[in-house]
């Protein structure tokens, strides 16, 4: 399954509470795509938990939220080069593309954003396998024997046991694409977290407008977020209530703690996928800042 | 910065004094993220120095920190992510008398990173006191039945406040209105005389090293215990009478000085060969040591400690610590050779490090999301939202409602408190003929409830130290005012005598 690398006794002790954790697996090369809040928490994650190797890709000017037309994740690139590929501040049709070359390649997809007190986390990893431990059932001890003498307690040679699943995901297309309008779609909707219609929203205007929501457009994006929002709604024949109105006053910039968390969950998974050890959370991770909701559902 | 914010709330954040009790694990993250919302005036406080085994997720060290100041380095890196944030930092225990009632009301809001159950009471009084808010934060293991090791099951973060403005009482729980779950500890006669796990053999190794090199307590006897009924008759007597033959090794202490005595068990132990040390590769830590390789780490290791003990002088004593290495080694070592002898599986050196030294396996991740939760927490605080305020918990893996942050309202406080009602009371069951004065300070006044600085109504001199309760009349029903100068927290013992109670520990 995975190679068995050497590490040195000083990687031992720097690395001693990851490997209590996740083992001495090898470790897999990772792209990281966008280095704003979001993606520099990632990054800081998932260098810490000891992974190799990370390439980070940036094409933006850190001041200004520029279009990100030009992605320029090259198929080869992808396909030979990364295990995994974790793509921040992209505009979904970049996402799209970038997780339909990494499924061909069978490469871990990881996308994610955070707009202000919202954020979300994906993941496609293809059909993925991992290793759980499940306790074992504890065997009664026998406490006495015939002559009232204490037996000897069996001492615990192997306590735990370890079960491989393997879990399929979707692609983000679908995902992003599902049809809600079919009565199966429509039973799930009120179960669904509501930050992912607002996500819809953000990730149609990043589209339309080839840029993010911005703080020096504060007034007219609004303005235009409120339009698409009702047209969501509409398309999807969706309830009024589902989809709060004033979710476009806090949906500005990157919150520093909100980055946290959802680069914290994103980051996790990511270990997760290297070292496929426990379940990971297929496929959206949603969290609201503004009622403290942090949900996992299977979207698609 | 904290464009996300309306300008209304970023003035709010921008004159918040904020207090950071700990700068490790969640200290480091809550740091960073409390200057990137910016804030811009915070104190941080943390007693500890950098270990070369913080660096892998207390992100704001490096390398050429170790042996520093947490407060002091956590500071200076956080920083530098904001050049105009004014950061205080202090190198000292948030339990010192340095750090009253006056300091905590400069902040306006209080926020746990800690590890230690101790300082987080005294932090809940002191912020009790003072009428600041104070949010708790924290990662839980779970130990199971079934396995040695603490999985994490759940990390929790707790949040605890009470309202700024109500005076008698909070508007919320405080940390210590409901009990908490004690630290597991094992019956005496399961260490000493019957050990059937390596986790007893574990805290044999490690009282051992304590009547050796630490501070002497009877509730950490090493020798087999004759009174335990399991042993009584036969195997008991024969286990203290039996020479040599056998060759299990028992530790035999005598003061501070060490010998090595030979008895034997007659249950059980199996006697001692010596494996050949074989030379297998792979990291000292991770691969198991044969007996000899055992025997030979505890020759080692002896005389180092001895020299370490004997470099304090006069009255010195070892604190057992897992990342001393020679502490470490000498657990191990001692560990092994006991689980030896009764046939219980040997441990790695990795693995005793963890049951020995409690070790959650707490990481990056977590820390990270815990610190996000905290300022979260603290902006609903200072924007007057508290009715928002809730105790969200981290599941590992999301619950049927598909949460993997679970937001809980706010408990209203016990009405029984022993720290926040308005009279406090504790019953303690003790027996007053067995318990001397010391033994109340330190155990139970101190020791399990907590206070820093008590002040009882009984002449407490240092020559009524080894007095019972009983010699100054205490009974059955005996009302007990107990007070803590610095904790600002007078509480109320009723005493109930018990012929026959558990030792204290």
């Given at each position: 399954m995975v190679e068995q690398e050497t590490i040195t006794e000083d990687e031992a002790a720097l690395y001693d509470r990851q490997i209590r954790l996740w083992g001495l697996?090898?470790?897999?090369?990772?792209?990281?795509?966008?280095?704003?809040?979001?993606?520099?928490?990632?990054?800081?994650?998932?260098?810490?938990?000891?992974?190799?190797?990370?390439?980070?890709?940036?094409?933006?000017?850190?001041?200004?939220?520029?279009?990100?037309?030009?992605?320029?994740?090259?198929?080869?690139?992808?396909?030979?080069?990364?295990?995994?590929?974790?793509?921040?501040?992209?505009k979904p049709t970049d996402l799209i593309r970038i997780n339909n070359i990494c499924a061909q390649n069978a490469v871990k997809f990881f996308a994610g954003d955070v707009f202000g007190f919202y954020g979300y986390m994906f993941s496609d990893l293809g059909v993925h396998e991992y290793a759980e431990e499940v306790p074992k059932p504890k065997a009664k001890p026998t406490t006495e024997q015939d002559n009232g003498e204490p037996a000897v307690k069996k001492s615990k040679t192997e306590e735990e046991h370890e079960t491989v699943t393997s879990m399929a995901f979707k692609r983000l297309k679908e995902a992003l694409e599902m049809d809600w309008t079919t009565p199966d779609a429509v039973k799930k909707i009120k179960k669904t977290p509501n930050t992912y219609f607002i996500m819809k929203v953000l990730l149609k205007f990043m589209d339309k407008n080839e840029r993010r929501p911005a703080t020096t457009s504060r007034e007219g994006d609004m303005e235009q977020l409120s339009t698409l929002r009702k047209q969501l709604l509409e398309d999807l024949k969706l309830k009024d209530d589902l989809l709060i109105e004033d979710f476009a006053e806090n949906c500005f910039a990157e919150l520093s703690p909100v980055c946290a968390i959802v680069g914290g969950v994103l980051g996790q998974e990511i270990i997760k996928a290297v070292s496929q050890k426990d379940a990971p959370h297929n496929n959206f991770f949603f969290y609201n800042g503004t009622d403290g909701g942090g949900l996992v559902d299977n979207i698609g | 910065m904290a464009a996300s914010l309306n300008e209304k709330v970023r003035k709010t954040v921008n004159e918040s004094k904020i207090l950071v009790v700990g700068a490790g694990g969640i200290g480091c993250e809550l740091l960073k993220n409390l200057v990137l919302t910016g804030f811009t005036d915070i104190e941080v406080i943390d007693l500890d120095?950098?270990?070369?085994?913080?660096?892998?997720?207390?992100?704001?060290?490096?390398?050429?920190?170790?042996?520093?100041?947490?407060?002091?380095?956590?500071?200076?890196?956080?920083q530098k992510f904001?050049?105009?944030?004014?950061?205080?930092?202090?190198?000292?225990?948030?339990?010192?008398?340095?750090?009253?009632?006056?300091?905590?009301?400069?902040?306006?809001?209080?926020?746990?990173?800690?590890?230690?159950?101790?300082?987080?009471?005294?932090?809940?009084?002191?912020?009790?006191?003072?009428?600041?808010?104070?949010?708790?934060?924290?990662?839980?293991?779970?130990?199971?039945?079934?396995?040695?090791?603490?999985?994490?099951?759940?990390?929790?973060?707790?949040?605890?406040?009470?309202?700024?403005?109500?005076?008698?009482?909070?508007?919320?729980?405080?940390?210590?209105?409901?009990?908490?779950?004690?630290?597991?500890?094992?019956?005496?006669?399961?260490?000493?005389?019957t050990p059937s796990e390596p986790i007893h053999c574990i805290v044999w190794a490690k009282h051992l090293f304590n009547q050796l090199f630490g501070e002497e307590d009877p509730d950490q006897d090493v020798s087999p215990d004759t009174e335990d009924p399991e042993l009584a008759g036969e195997a008991g007597q024969s286990a203290l009478q039996t020479d040599a033959k056998d060759d299990a090794v028992v530790f035999t202490v005598n003061g501070n000085s060490m010998e090595k005595e030979t008895t034997a068990y007659t249950s059980r132990p199996r006697s001692f060969t010596y494996l050949s040390a074989s030379e297998s590769a792979g990291i000292r830590d991770q691969k198991l040591w044969t007996i000899q390789e055992c025997a030979d780490v505890f020759s080692n290791c002896l005389p180092k400690l001895k020299a370490e003990l004997s470099q304090q002088g006069e009255g010195g004593m070892l604190v057992w610590d897992k990342d001393d290495e020679s502490a470490m080694d000498f657990v191990t070592a001692v560990a092994n050779i006991r689980a030896y002898i009764f046939g219980i599986q040997t441990k790695t050196r990795f693995d005793i490090k963890s049951?020995?030294?409690?070790?959650?396996?707490?990481?990056?991740?977590?820390?990270?999301?815990?610190?996000?939760?905290?300022?979260?927490?603290?902006?609903?605080?200072?924007?007057?939202?508290?009715?928002?305020?809730?105790?969200?918990?981290?599941?590992?893996?999301?619950?049927?409602?598909?949460?993997?942050?679970?937001?809980?309202?706010l408990d209203k406080p016990n009405p029984k408190c022993y720290v926040c009602s308005a009279k406090p009371e504790v019953t303690v069951i003790l027996n007053t003929q067995k318990i001397t004065v010391k033994v109340l300070e330190e155990k139970i006044i101190k020791?399990?409830?907590?206070?820093?600085?008590?002040?009882?109504?009984?002449?407490?001199?240092?020559?009524?130290?080894?007095?019972?309760?009983?010699?100054?009349?205490?009974?059955?029903?005996?009302?007990?005012?107990?007070?803590?100068?610095?904790?600002?927290?007078?509480l109320n013992i009723t005493i109930v005598h018990k012929r026959y109670t558990f030792s204290m520990k």
């Open positions: 697996d090898a470790q897999r090369r990772v792209l990281l795509i966008g280095v704003r809040g979001l993606g520099a928490e990632v990054a800081k994650n998932i260098v810490l938990s000891g992974i190799k190797s990370l390439t980070l890709m940036d094409h933006s000017q850190i001041t200004e939220e520029d279009a990100s037309s030009q992605f320029l994740v090259n198929r080869a690139d992808v396909g030979k080069n990364f295990d995994i590929v974790c793509a921040t501040c992209c | 120095t950098i270990d070369v085994s913080n660096l892998n997720r207390q992100f704001l060290f490096r390398k050429e920190h170790v042996g520093k100041s947490k407060a002091q380095v956590a500071k200076e890196s956080a904001n050049p105009d944030a004014k950061i205080i930092s202090y190198h000292d225990s948030i339990m010192s008398p340095d750090y009253g009632v006056d300091f905590f009301q400069k902040f306006k809001v209080v926020m746990n990173a800690l590890d230690n159950r101790a300082a987080r009471n005294h932090v809940n009084r002191m912020c009790l006191a003072a009428d600041i808010p104070l949010i708790e934060s924290g990662t839980a293991e779970n130990r199971t039945e079934e396995t040695d090791l603490p999985v994490i099951k759940t990390s929790s973060f707790t949040l605890s406040m009470h309202d700024i403005s109500s005076l008698i009482q909070g508007l919320t729980e405080c940390y210590e209105c409901q009990p908490k779950p004690t630290q597991k500890t094992f019956p005496g006669c399961t260490i000493r005389n049951m020995a030294g409690n070790i959650i396996p707490a990481i990056a991740t977590t820390n990270a999301i815990i610190a996000g939760l905290l300022v979260m927490e603290g902006l609903k605080i200072l924007t007057g939202n508290i009715d928002k305020c809730r105790t969200v918990y981290l599941n590992r893996q999301p619950n049927p409602r598909k949460k993997l942050l679970v937001p809980c309202i020791g399990q409830l907590n206070m820093v600085a008590p002040d009882v109504e009984i002449d407490d001199g240092k020559e009524n130290a080894d007095k019972f309760l009983s010699d100054f009349g205490i009974k059955n029903g005996s009302r007990l005012k107990c007070d803590d100068f610095l904790q600002n927290y007078e």
